[in-house]
């Protein structure tokens, strides 16, 4: 049986349906959720043709006896390479691919082709002739990032001392890093900073976000473009939702606010 006639993405179809009809952190997030998970079908032309299982079981091939394997990539009008892939043999047979052969392949295994390939291949294109549902190289190394990076959410535990103030030297430029951020995202209403001192005379700044959009979302994104912003001090992020969020609206003018429509 050809392996590409058993692969199948509806859980990622529907999610770039969902996307395409209203763009929303939630939407946006299952999106990129099932692009991570997803097994896709490329396109790949063999130097030396593999044998069928068959073949091999009779005929081993020798231990050093290497197959070369080219990828299909397609070229945009910016002149800019990138790999295609396919949810499904439907769209895969939606384009024509002279001598290549179908291979399965792993978000996972895609990735280093993407960011090893220095700058040769720009990302990958989810059914390049259908939904044409682009993954860009700068989106892989971001969602690559957010696999190790530690989105801080502020915990406080019980009986803890904490101190909120409003810093003497505003990170001036951290603000206005955060305002253009926050203007990008129409859910977001309001935003306030305050420095917060603990039990232990630490102090770090504290964001708290009044918004509409999912929490985790939002900070994952916001924190990689302020935290070198921020003359080295830790920064947390919070929601006005919390018990400490709450009580930054309260002492605290928004640093941020959404501009009301007329």
Known sequence: MDVGNMIRNDELLKAIKDVKKKSSPDTQREYLS?????????????????????????????PDEKVKVNFAVITNKAGKSFFPVFTDIDEFNKGTYEGASKMVITYKELVPMVLKSKGAISGFVINPHGDGMVIPEGLMTELEKNKIR??????IPPNAKIKLRTPKYMPIDMMEEAKKFFAEKPYI???YLQLME???????????????????????ELLPRIKSLSFGIKTVLT????????KVAEVAEPFYQKEEQE
């Open 34 to 62: 099932n692009v991570i998970k997803a097994t896709y079908i490329i396109p790949a032309i063999f130097d030396k043709k593999p044998k069928t299982y068959e073949e091999e079981a009779e005929h081993a091939t020798p």
């Open 150 to 155: 530690n989105v801080r959410r502020q915990v």
């Open 189 to 191: 209403k309001r935003a």
């Open 198 to 220: 603990n039990g232990d005379g630490d102090e770090e700044y504290l964001i708290a976000v009044d918004t509409e959009g999912d929490d985790a979302a939002i900070f994952s």
């Open 239 to 246: 929601s006005t939702r919390s018990g400490l969020g709450t």
